[in-house]
Structures are given as structure tokens and as C-alpha cells.
Nanobody, 128 residues
């Protein structure tokens, strides 16, 4: 079964850090653009970060403000999201999704449209 599996969520205090991981199961993430989205109940899903299939392009949501870093480790078949200086407003379910590079190897999708695979999400709670 082809799927994405997220891990690394949890409870963290404001100002703390978490590292989320997205693993490909049954397929290799190498060759896919991978994105992290987040969603709060009652709000639209928004793009947090993305990395192109080549790894040469990355992009971040406006709210990131230099606090997050996305990276891919093809040897481990994972894409990670390092989140620092977390704020209570970062509380959300974080999802990863993967897409074939239909617009080129530097394409970096920041909208959850037409993605080929999606994980079930991992909850991040930022609270004191």
C-alpha cells in the first residue's frame, strides 16, 4: 500500500522546537515534490513549506518568517520539517503530501491541489 506517514508531533511550549518527519511507505519520495500543510478546525488548509523533487527549490508560508526549514533525506526516504520558535498560533494538524513533478523538477506546490499522496497528519500543540 502506497502511503505517507507523518511523525514528530506533540505538545511543546511557546518558543520551543519540533521536528516533523514524513516517510514514504511503499514508494520512494525521491522524484516527488513534497509539501507540508497545516489545518486548524474551521479554517482552510494552508501551506507551511514545500521542496521540489530536485531539492533545488523550497518555499514557505507567509507565517513561517524564517522559523521553519524543510529538508529531504533521500537515503532515509523522508522529508523533514524543522520548526523553531513555535507560537501558540502554530497549533494545528500538520500533513505532508507528495506530487509528481508535473510542472518540472523545481516545481514546489504550496496549495493542496492535485497532490498524489497525502498522509493522515500529526497534531502539533503549542501551549504553556
Amino acid at each position: 500500500q502506497l502511503q505517507l506517514v507523518e511523525s514528530g508531533g506533540g505538545l511543546v511550549q511557546p518558543g520551543g522546537s519540533l521536528r516533523l518527519s514524513c516517510a514514504g511507505s511503499g514508494f520512494t519520495l525521491d522524484g516527488y515534490a513534497v509539501s507540508w500543510f497545516r489545518q486548524v478546525p474551521g479554517k482552510e488548509r494552508e501551506g507551511a513549506a514545500c521542496v521540489s523533487s530536485s531539492g533545488l527549490s523550497t518555499n514557505y508560508g507567509h507565517f513561517v518568517e524564517g522559523r521553519f526549514t524543510i529538508s529531504r533525506d533521500n537515503a532515509k526516504n523522508t522529508v523533514s520539517l524543522q520548526m523553531n520558535s513555535l507560537k501558540p498560533d502554530d497549533t494545528a494538524v500538520y500533513y505532508c503530501a507528495a506530487a509528481e513533478p508535473r510542472y518540472g523538477t523545481t516545481w514546489c506546490p504550496m496549495f493542496d491541489l492535485g497532490m498524489d499522496y497525502r498522509g493522515k497528519g500529526t497534531l502539533v500543540t503549542v501551549s504553556s
